[in-house]
């Protein structure tokens, strides 16, 4: 699976849009992008994941660049609950070998601030 | 989303005992199940990866002998920490996934060896 880079750290003025990137260009055609979160002490939450569309749901939107190589994970109205370590992870989404495995680099730390 | 159970959430024991940590994913079957370890200010380093009905693959470095992984249902897989001592204590955290899904986490388990 591919390896992404993400900044260590980012603050957020609550109520206002976060916008985490995510680099990730060595992304194979075949692989997705997932976003992650950890609350601290908690078990990761999926957040989203997608392939080269854009993509939208209840808790936030992504957007991938056309050469795939980066991306954008966007919290429209961020909230003092949104503060955690936010993890961009590529891998094979299709039906999977037995040797795909979700790999977690260090994440970004977000902070929503009062 | 889906839900994984993990239990208990806290243990203490004492250095040389076992301890078994139980991971259950409650509304559906899933086909693998991976086990995480993370210590404080870190990312979930994977330990091992397990399937239905056969042996754990572990990445390198993790002792098989000492994490006891065992994965007898589709709904159930257990990491028993084996001779447990003072540097195994950290926050263990189970996934779940089938081959079309992305993963669900557990709540994560803290073990700590006294």
């Known amino acids: 699976d591919a390896k992404t880079t993400q900044p260590p750290s980012m603050d957020c003025a609550e109520g206002r849009a976060a916008n985490l990137p995510c680099n990730h260009s060595?992304?194979?055609?075949?692989?997705?992008v997932y976003w992650y979160r950890q609350i601290h002490s908690q078990g990761p939450q999926y957040i989203i994941h997608?392939?080269?569309n854009n993509e939208t749901n209840e808790m936030a939107s992504l957007i991938i660049t056309e050469d795939r190589k980066s991306s954008t994970l966007i919290l429209p109205h961020a909230t003092l609950r949104d503060t955690a370590v936010y993890y961009c992870?590529?891998?094979?989404?299709?039906?999977?070998?037995?040797?795909?495995?979700?790999?977690f680099g260090e994440g970004t730390q977000l902070t929503v601030n009062p | 989303g889906a839900v994984v159970s993990q239990h208990p959430s806290r243990v203490i024991c004492k250095s040389g005992t076992s301890v078994k940590i139980e991971c259950r994913s409650l509304?559906?079957?899933?086909?693998?199940m991976f086990w995480y370890r993370q210590f404080p200010k870190q990312s979930l380093m994977l330990m091992a990866t397990?399937?239905?009905?056969?042996?754990?693959?572990?990445e390198q470095g993790v002792e098989k002998d000492k994490f006891l992984i065992n994965h007898a249902s589709l709904t159930l897989s257990t990491l028993t920490v084996t001779s447990a001592h003072p540097e195994d204590s950290s926050f263990y955290i189970c996934?779940?996934?089938?081959?079309?899904?992305?993963?669900?986490f557990g709540q994560g388990t803290r073990l700590t060896v006294v």
């Open positions: 992870i590529v891998r094979v989404a299709e039906i999977r070998t037995s040797g795909s495995r979700l790999t």
């Open positions: 996934s779940a996934e089938t081959v079309l899904t992305e993963a669900f």
């Open positions: 509304d559906f079957q899933a086909t693998t």
């Open positions: 060595t992304i194979s055609g075949n692989e997705y």
């Open positions: 997608g392939l080269k």
């Open positions: 397990s399937n239905e009905g056969s042996k754990a693959t572990y």
